[in-house]
């Protein structure tokens, strides 16, 4: 049986052999250790293994790709010739490449054994914790892993870099319930490399449990306006991923961004610097590679409200003629304000705090509309009672120069760092 190292150089002197002119493959490998729970009880401890061969070729600029999950010698040979044949009846596009030659690179984040003992204190210690504090509170689902993951790509110019992380992973969904009144359902997230603290004063686990009994009972918006919205950190991540979308390979490619020929101009308030930042210590678990072969580096993306750089790939930078991208992006961190929550909701005459966002893709000229979910109506510097879920609509470019306050406080999920945004201008209507 190969190892994981042989199995990557086989594949790329496979497709070699099949006929290719270039060659990629990306070998990932998983071991992961899950505590599930269910309505506040623990029921299921396992251990999965999970392992993937994504091979790719050119021939003549034409490009085919295969991911397999057979790994052996027989397996890899037949895929190899199978992803010659697509590239062979595909079209040409000059675009298509690989990485140039790098110097070999390796990385290691994080344990690369779990705690299992620990972790099944710590699940103990939450639904605990959940059960005294917040009895109204249902602990509908908890998925508590530790996962070990270890990614090798390789191609025909000479690139090889492994990766390894070691991570705990966890999740929850919940709901209130008091007599026939029940709370809209939410979730929330966290990764790490370590579990020093309990559960629930990780990322806003505290909080949404906390705000998931107060929404129980709900009251409809007092009338509709057009305002200031505050953007928890949570549904933050609905507005940076939308507007990030923007300035990836396919908007960019087919001229159809909003972001268009935008690099070096100010694109939003002066207030707003932001940065995919893989290999921050702030945020453990950033990717150390592309998927088409470069070493990442942290980037900024929005510098004082500035595009400083698109998100494009190897393949999107020969498309578009514009500079490959430091990163993908991932690993978002926005930079703290200079408010503290309470002072933001104290400057707001009359508004929401949007803690969950429902809704679709924006247009093309950055409109959305979406529901307010788990939401507060906000008026005369308080927040007055959780509402009924009411639409929210706006343009996410108009949106990004309206901001009107940061907050100082921020929260790390690990995937993300961010803080309480406040965006003026946007359209809040009752159902």
Known sequence: MMNKQEIIEYSINALLRAGADKATGILGYSEKHELNAHAGTMDLFRTTYNIGLNLACIIAQKKGSMVINKVDAKGIDEAAKGVVAMAQSSQPDEANDIAETQPHNSFSHGPEKPDRQLMFSRLQEFLAYSAKAYPKTIIEEVNFSFTKRHSILANSNDVLMSSMHGMYDFSVMFTSKDGVNTSSFNYTYFQDTHLDKPLHQCGSVDRLLRQSAEQIHTHPLPRNFTGKVVFTPDSLSSIIGTAMSFIS?????????????????????????????????????????????????????????????????????????????????????????????????????????????????????????????????????????????????????????????????????GYTLFPWVCFDGMQVTGK
């Open 249 to 413: 390979d396919v908007p960019l490619i087919t001229g159809t961004s909003l972001y268009k020929d935008k690099l070096g101009t100010a694109i939003a308030d002066s207030r707003l610097t932001l940065h995919a930042a893989p290999h921050s210590p702030l945020l453990p678990a950033g990717p150390d590679f592309t998927s088409d072969g470069y070493q990442t580096e942290d980037v900024t993306v929005i510098d004082k409200g500035v595009l400083s750089s698109y998100l494009l790939s190897l393949y999107g930078s020969r498309k578009t003629g514009l500079e490959r991208a430091k990163n993908g992006g991932s690993n978002w961190i926005v930079d703290a304000g200079n408010q503290s929550f309470d002072e933001m909701i104290g400057s707001i005459d009359e508004g929401l705090l949007l803690c969950r966002f429902s809704g679709g893709n924006p247009s093309d000229n950055g409109d959305f509309s979406g529901v307010a979910k788990n939401s507060y109506y906000i008026r005369d510097g308080k927040i007055q009672f959780p509402v009924s879920e009411t639409m929210v609509n706006g343009n996410i470019a108009a949106m990004l120069h309206a901001i009107c306050g940061i907050t100082s406080q921020r929260v790390m999920t």
